[in-house]
């Protein structure tokens, strides 16, 4: 019970925090803009959706690494795990050979994948998916994640 209260608490917290943040740098970009006469708004087509992801992203952010800590029961274990797998792992696989690159990048969380989740210009790259599906994949991963902390979780601590 502990452990699903905490997680429930964290995910209702950080996801009001989220879609504040990113609908209120929103309205602060539109601001700043204003004098240049770059004109924007929610109803622009893919703008309102960038924003939604933009604050999802955040959320399921904090899941995975709610999970990763659970499993590691180690904060700088946890850390760098996520670190590694959200920052590093989409810059190595650039190391690969273009077919495996784009075999793998629409899989990995992050690198390419945030940018089709956020863009609000042009298409997605045809190796990637949509910005939805990009978006539930990387959820599939925390609700993973999620999932063997709350068994490791109950293992240990029960």
Known sequence: VLYWS????FAGVSLVLSLMTSFGTFFLGKALL????????LADPAVLRSVLVTALYVEVCGLFAYGVGAIVRSTAGGLTIAYGVLALLPQLLKALPSDLEHALVAWVPGGDALSAMTTTTGSNPPHLFSAWAELAIFAGYAVVLVTIG???FA???A
């Open 150 to 152: 709350a068994v490791q």
């Open 34 to 41: 204003a004098p240049t006469h770059v004109t924007m708004s």
């Open 6 to 9: 905490k997680l429930g608490v």
């Open 155 to 157: 293992r240990r601590d």
